[in-house]
């Protein structure tokens, strides 16, 4: 079956709503925000492995739920666009690279991403207590559990229905 523009912007927005409820999810356990963060939204970063809807989804869904959540302005920029570069090298990942080793790889661009962002959004704009090693480690363990335990997790239950999910 061949994708619409209208399949491709229903799957983008069904994404950005999904990311935005995630993240509200995450923010009310006190886990969205803040030095440690694991937001549940994260995990759908393993989406442009199927779907190139996929990568405007989930920046849009991270720019709604950042505005919402009450994040300052540069995080709102800088994270969304951590996001979008790694759901976008994940799609690349997808498209480019061979099966098996493509799904143990897509995580990672956003873990990287947001590892190599996030610290100085927390140091420099939020003005955090701590170092910006202890950010950078933070954020990377946050970032492993959503993208990559919880994104596998993610990537297993959708895979076998990849066909029916994103024609």
Known sequence: MKKTNVTLLTHA???AALYVVLTFFANALGLANGAIQ???SEALTILPFFT???????????????????CMPL???????ATLIGAYVTYLIGKKCHYPLSKWLAPIPP??????????????????EGSLLYFFIT???????????????LFHAL?????????
């Not at 405007?56 to 739920?65: D, E, K, T």
């Not at 962002?117 to 140091?123: E, H, K, N």
């Open 38 to 40: 694991i937001r549940f």
């Open 13 to 15: 927005a069904m994404i």
């Open 139 to 153: 954020v990377f363990l946050g970032e492993v559990i959503s993208c990559y335990l919880l994104g596998m997790i």
């Open 111 to 128: 873990i990287l991403s947001n590892t190599l962002i996030i610290p100085f959004i927390l140091a420099f704009v939020y003005q955090f």
């Open 52 to 70: 190139p809807a996929a990568v405007p989804g989930l920046f849009i869904g991270c720019i709604i739920s950042n505005l919402l959540t009450g």
């Open 75 to 81: 995080d709102i920029i800088f994270g969304s666009l």
């Open 159 to 167: 895979y076998k229905y990849r066909s029916i999910l994103f024609p």
